[in-house]
């Protein structure tokens, strides 16, 4: 048997914007989330993402909060990477209550996990197209925090 190991590849913060509502739909109540710039820094990766971005979320009728977010990232050496970033955050609901309201809310009392895909141009950044990789998150009131880990 092999296990898989973690390595840290970077921590990703960003402002978001206000929520634009779609409404209710067959699978749940959707919703888009502009995405702004912030820093980008770790061991693999120093940058910043690039505005203009968005999370297009879906709240399911169990709770769960699926994130499909299609955002990018420039590195300090001036190479732009695509990411999708798709996953889940759920928790108790009064936790969850309090994250809706704009509270301060530990991420440790919630579960936000994604798995982020890169495209990347050939040369440096190359090894980025070439693994797997997962994220965990920070949900605040008009920001994110990401810690990305490449999995070996």
């Not at 889940?88 to 991420?107: F, K, N, S």
């Not at 994220?135 to 605040?140: D, E, I, L, Q, V």
């Amino acid at each position: 048997m092999i296990k898989p190991g973690l390595e840290f590849v970077y921590e990703a913060g960003g402002a978001l914007g206000d929520p634009i509502p779609i409404g209710e739909t067959a699978d749940g109540t959707r919703r888009i989330i502009p995405i702004f710039s912030g820093p980008v820094k770790g061991p693999k990766i120093q940058g910043e993402l690039l505005g203009n971005a968005a999370d297009w979320q879906v709240t399911r009728h169990d709770g769960v909060t699926v994130a499909d977010a299609i955002y990018a990232l420039k590195t300090d050496d001036g190479v732009v990477i695509q990411i999708r970033n798709r996953g889940v955050r759920h928790g108790p609901a009064e936790v969850m209550q309090r994250l809706i309201a704009g509270e301060e809310v530990d991420p440790a009392d919630y579960y936000f996990r994604t798995i982020p895909e890169f495209i990347a141009p050939i040369g440096k950044y190359d090894w980025l197209n070439k693994s797997v990789f997962v994220c965990a998150g920070a949900r605040y009131a008009n920001a994110i925090k990401l810690w990305v880990w490449r999995v070996t």
